[in-house]
């Protein structure tokens, strides 16, 4: 979920896969006999109940809240137990986990980025748990390793998150997390003979790291109370500058607000160091912005923007004005100039101005030129703008597809970024700012053969007449006969926007005839901020609308059949496919809520969860708004009927989305399922939210996601 801009990219989705020939086969001959589940007994306490504006709601399995109690921890035992045990009888399960391993081990590498006249990136082998940053003085030259994540833990559940180098290039500042948590542990390298130093900082959480001079800025929280690390409300989240070589108790204050504990701060510094931004948010949409001149002796901070209404980004310095990517006034982006000498709002100049049907997603400084991402229809375009605003060219892309990783330097004509499509995995290229041409510098080899398949972008029709794109992804030649097994995939909030990326998992279920389909639903940022409005708060249904709409679309095209129609999402996907397998269980044969915002009525009570009340509303805050919550929570929803077979996942170290939304639905599921479709929840140890997972718990979860999808549509494979 889309809560924070450090916030990595998608989590892997899982796909289904068929026989190699191609044409559909039958299933004659396949045995697919009903593998009886006996759920464990989970028990009830009726008299818990919470009142709202006079409506009083049971929660009967709210014991299940607390993850660090002996009778939750032997509940996620049993339950696990029940989930291998089914997994464990399907034939095909170890053959979908090693051909999956296959697809998944090419090289992967990062955009080089130059700091201090050398250049560095990551790169990961094949099956490496996490990719390794490396340095090298010329692109052609012998690169060494900087810094290898992998030998941070023996399961390779330790990750690299953020990092940042001080401006010798002498120093690298980076933020590890253990087992997917979102508390980083920082620590810093002498880049020079290879030591580290003895700086050690914990309970940093959402924040940068930004070096200035001697030291740098980062965000922590207070220590919280033994046993609430993972589930306990994250409260006066405050900025402080760290001096190398002291401890942590004297790490100078730089911003907090004591009178208001639910707002979190991070801080940046510009490329030349000479100002310090600080951002303030309440929720995930909206900040505050206030920026120091480092120059001066006894700077004050100067306030952008002092409200929660619009977002506001500082790309760079440009001679003493802050180039600002912004929405205010621009529901589809601009750029904006703010003279730091006088920067109240009348004096701001228009840089790059909205762009009325395409959404300004990041703009980079690189030489002497402005190199800007958009959104047209959730595919990216690629166009270079001078620094007068001029645009000089759009950058002719490969296909369809996602450009990220744009870096460059100031002065520096050579700039580099990355693209990938549904059928092609990341390249890198490179791209002369003075010929604006991109050239292929790196791209992997790959046990898949992308010419065989096609994506192409269709328009459907929600309940409401409004218009909706979807990708759809499959072989050439597949024949539409309502009988292919497909994997629909959905997020619809938080203004994130879903746009075509390779997948492993994707390249399976193409190469064994099956179908992929992403809907970019309302809630997301696809279109603007518009288009994420009217998906949120008592407009949330219309994401719920615009998910099932396309479903329906896939079956009336006969892309596929309700029974052979499996929907996926995580996190704030999780809550979609939730609430629309609970509102149209028909139409769908599996689901898999992942790491899932299942109870409405109390998200807001765990760690960060407050934040998203921009999206939700909250149970407390209003009687239209629990009406509309209770209306499409998922666990508050369950009712006594068949549901498609489930599959729910969540892991021990989510802090994000905290387990007991995934524990308290599977539980009422398992209560109230009729007929004989499993309901099952695979629960992760030593793993978060999704950032940072190695490759080995991606390629198990894949698998066994996929094996409980083929199994349970009986197709042959």
Request: aromatic share 12%; with cysteine.
């Amino acid at each position: 979920m889309k809560f924070f801009s450090s916030i990595s990219g998608l989590s892997v989705a899982i796909f289904a896969l068929l026989s190699c020939n191609g044409s559909q086969p039958s299933n004659s001959g396949m045995d697919y006999k009903t593998i009886p589940v006996s759920y464990p007994a989970t028990a009830k306490d009726s008299t818990i109940s919470d009142t709202y504006f006079g409506v009083s709601v049971k929660d009967p399995y709210r014991w299940l809240e607390d993850d660090q109690s002996a009778e939750t921890k032997d509940w996620v035992a049993k339950q696990n137990i029940v989930t291998n045990g089914y997994l464990g009888q399907i034939p095909f399960r170890e053959d979908l986990r090693k051909r999956l391993g296959e697809i998944f081990n090419y090289e992967k590498f990062g955009s080089p980025f130059k700091k201090a006249g050398k250049y560095y990136f990551f790169k990961n082998d094949g099956l490496q748990n996490q990719s390794v940053l490396y340095v090298q003085d010329q692109l052609d030259a012998q690169a060494s390793v900087v810094l290898d994540p992998n030998t941070l833990s023996a399961d390779g559940t330790t990750s690299l998150q953020e990092y940042d180098f001080d401006k010798s290039g002498q120093y690298l500042a980076y933020a590890i997390s253990k087992g997917g948590s979102d508390w980083r542990s920082i620590y810093v390298k002498n880049l020079q003979n290879g030591q580290l130093l003895s700086d050690q900082l914990e309970w940093a959480k959402f924040t940068g790291i930004a070096w200035q001079g001697n030291g740098f800025y980062y965000t922590r929280y207070p220590t919280p109370k033994k046993g609430d690390e993972l589930k306990g409300k994250n409260e006066f989240g405050a900025v402080y500058f760290h001096k190398l070589g002291d401890a942590q108790d004297k790490d100078q204050l730089i911003y907090s607000d004591k009178t208001h504990p639910n707002r979190f701060f991070s801080a940046t510094t510009t490329d030349d160091q000479r100002f310090l931004c600080v951002y303030g948010s309440e929720t995930t949409s909206g900040n505050t912005l206030a920026f120091k001149d480092l120059g001066k002796p006894d700077a004050k901070f100067v306030s952008i923007s002092e409200s929660f209404e619009h977002d506001f980004s500082v790309v760079d310095n440009l001679e003493g004005k802050l180039i600002i990517l912004t929405n205010q006034q621009a529901p589809n982006q601009r750029l904006i100039l703010v003279d730091t000498e006088n920067p109240q709002a009348e004096n701001w100049k228009t840089l790059i101005p909205e762009n009325q049907s395409d959404v300004l997603q990041s703009a980079t400084l690189c030489g002497d030129k402005l190199v800007c991402v958009y959104l047209h229809d959730a595919s990216s375009a690629l166009r270079i703008f001078d620094l007068e605003g001029k645009q000089l060219k759009e950058v002719k892309l490969p296909e369809i597809g996602t450009v990220g990783g744009v870096s460059g330097e100031k002065g520096d004509m050579q700039a580099f970024f990355a693209f990938t499509s549904f059928l092609r995995p990341t390249s890198i290229y490179t791209l002369d700012m003075t010929a604006l041409e991109p050239k292929l510098f790196k791209s992997p080899k790959i046990d898949f053969n992308p010419d065989l398949y096609t994506t192409e972008q269709v328009w459907y029709t929600s309940k409401d007449g409004t218009k909706v794109p979807m990708f759809i992804t499959r072989k050439k030649d597949l024949k539409l006969d309502g009988n292919n097994p497909t994997l629909l995939y959905g997020y619809g909030g938080f203004n994130v926007s879903l746009t075509p990326a390779f997948s492993p998992s994707r390249a399976l279920l193409l190469e064994k005839n099956g179908i992929y389909a992403l809907a970019n639903i309302r809630g997301g940022g696809e279109f603007g901020e518009a288009w994420h409005k009217a998906g949120t708060k008592c407009q949330k249904q219309n994401v719920f609308n615009d998910f099932i709409a396309a479903g329906e679309y896939l079956v009336a095209q006969k892309y596929t059949s309700p029974k052979r129609l499996a929907i996926q999402g995580g996190s704030n996907g999780g809550l979609l496919v939730g609430a629309c397998m609970t509102q149209r269980p028909d139409l769908f044969g599996v689901c898999f809520p992942q790491v899932g915002v299942l109870d409405m009525l109390r998200y807001h009570k765990f760690t960060i969860g407050y934040a998203w009340a921009v999206d939700y509303g909250t149970s407390e805050e209003s009687e239209e708004s629990l009406k509309c919550l209770m209306a499409y929570s998922p666990l508050h929803n369950v009712k006594k009927t068949a549901y498609p077979a489930t599959m729910v996942t969540t892991a021990d170290h989510d802090d994000r989305v905290v387990p007991a939304h995934s524990f308290k639905y599977a539980a009422t599921l398992q209560e109230h399922q009729q007929g004989e479709n499993p309901v099952l929840i695979r629960i992760e140890t030593s793993a978060g939210h999704g950032a940072g997972k190695p490759t080995s718990k991606v390629i198990e979860e894949a698998s066994d996601l996929l094996a409980f999808m083929f199994y349970n549509m009986k197709v042959k494979i």
